[in-house]
C-alpha cells in the first residue's frame, strides 16, 4: 500500500532560517500529497496540499511540489519564525483512499 | 463555519476501565474518523464512520469500537485498557470518505493509562 517517509528531526534553525523537511512517498497511482503542522499541545491542521504531479501546494510561505520523478514532496520555507516551531507530518490516502497514513513527523524548534 | 470538537481534552483513567470519547463534525461533513498518536510518533488510522456505518478500520483490536449518530457525531469506545492506550486521540471529519480531499482534525482527546 501507499506510505510516506519523511527525515527524521529534531531541525533547530535560528530565525529567518530557510528550512527544508523531507518526504519521499510510495504509491500507487497519482494521490494527493499532504503536509500537516502539529502546534505544541493540539491537534493537526492542513498546512498545504497538492493533487497532482507537478502541482505546487503553499501556505503561509511554505511551498511544495508534486515530483513524480523523484517520488518526492519536499517542504520549503524561505525564512523561518520563532512560530513556526511545530511538528511537520507528510501525508497520502492508502491505496484504498478512505484513510490517510502519516510519516513519523519532523519536530522543528526555531531559535529566535 | 464549526470546526471539529473532542472532549474531554484530558482523561486519565485505571488500566481495566472502560473509556468513551466524543467528537463533532464540522457543520457539513459526513464522514468521522479516528487516529491514535502516541508520544513521538504519527498518527495511527483505528476506524472511520461514514453515514453511521464502519468504513474501514486499522489495525486495532475489537476492544477499539465507535459509533457515528444521524447528526455525524462520533464516540471511540475503548474497553479494557492497558497502559499502551495512552495517547492523543484525534477525530478528523471530511464531507467524504475519500481521503484525496484531506481532513480537518480536532484538538485531540489525550488519555493516561495508570
Known amino acids: 500500500g501507499n506510505s510516506v517517509t519523511q527525515m527524521e528531526g529534531p531541525v533547530t534553525l535560528s530565525e529567518e532560517a530557510f528550512l527544508t523537511i523531507n518526504c519521499t512517498y510510495t504509491a500507487t497511482g497519482y494521490p494527493s500529497l499532504f503536509w500537516y503542522v502539529q502546534y505544541p499541545g493540539e491537534g493537526l491542521q492542513l498546512l498545504l496540499k497538492?493533487?497532482?504531479?507537478?502541482d505546487k501546494g503553499s501556505n503561509k510561505g511554505f511551498e511544495a511540489t508534486y515530483r513524480k520523478e523523484t517520488t518526492s514532496f519536499h517542504l520549503e520555507k524561505g525564512s523561518v519564525q520563532v512560530s513556526d516551531s511545530a511538528v511537520y507530518f507528510c501525508?497520502?490516502?492508502?491505496?484504498?483512499?478512505?484513510?490517510?497514513?502519516f510519516g513519523g513527523g519532523t519536530r522543528v524548534l526555531v531559535k529566535p | 463555519e464549526t470546526g471539529v470538537t473532542q472532549s474531554p481534552t484530558h482523561l486519565i483513567k485505571t488500566r481495566g476501565q472502560q473509556v468513551t470519547l466524543r467528537c463533532s463534525s464540522q457543520s457539513g461533513h459526513n464522514t468521522v474518523s479516528w487516529y491514535q498518536q502516541a508520544l513521538g510518533q504519527g498518527p495511527q488510522f483505528i476506524f472511520q464512520?461514514?453515514?453511521?456505518?464502519?468504513?474501514g478500520r486499522g489495525n486495532f483490536p475489537p476492544r477499539f469500537s465507535g459509533l457515528q449518530f444521524p447528526n455525524y457525531s462520533s464516540e471511540l469506545n475503548v474497553n479494557a485498557l492497558e497502559l499502551d492506550d495512552s495517547a492523543l486521540y484525534l477525530c478528523a471529519s471530511s464531507l467524504s470518505g475519500g481521503a484525496n480531499y484531506g481532513y480537518t482534525f480536532g484538538s485531540g482527546t489525550r488519555l493516561t493509562v495508570v
Open positions: 464512520y461514514y453515514r453511521e456505518e464502519e468504513n
Open positions: 501525508a497520502l490516502p492508502k491505496a484504498a483512499g478512505n484513510k490517510l497514513t
Open positions: 497538492a493533487t497532482k504531479a507537478d
